[in-house]
């Protein structure tokens, strides 16, 4: 499966962003979808994931209650809706896909998009 990231920009603390992520060729349902952030300097972490239909979904501590991950199997497009931005959310963001629930490991992973910048700034 391959995989489009967008939706990434520079904002205000408080702001709100929705990336998504769009997905083409092996059927996009039979993947959890998760995404993932990397920081200058920093090694990357997992921010949330999701389950093939979409009947649940986890979040690492801290974004539960700000970012929201949703999937649209007809549409193909995972979205991850972030709201109260701050500083310390800046970084590259990732979609992956996995066969696997739950796994917030980066190498479980199987498919990765190629990123997108989100930069908030204070």
């Known amino acids: 499966v391959q995989l489009q990231a967008s939706g990434g920009g520079l904002v205000q603390a408080g702001d709100s962003l929705r990336l998504s992520c769009a997905a083409s060729?092996?059927?996009?349902?039979?993947?959890?979808m998760g995404w993932f952030r990397q920081a200058p300097g920093k090694e990357r972490e997992f921010v949330s994931a999701i389950t093939w239909s979409g009947d649940s979904t986890y979040y690492t501590d801290s974004v539960k209650g700000r970012f929201t991950i949703s999937r649209d199997n007809a549409k193909n497009t995972v979205y991850l809706q972030m709201n109260t931005l701050k500083p310390e959310d800046t970084a590259v963001y990732y979609c992956a896909a996995a066969s696997r629930w739950l796994v917030t490991t980066a190498l479980r992973y199987d498919y990765w998009g190629q990123g997108t910048q989100v930069t908030v700034s204070s």
């Open positions: 060729g092996r059927t996009f349902s039979s993947y959890v």
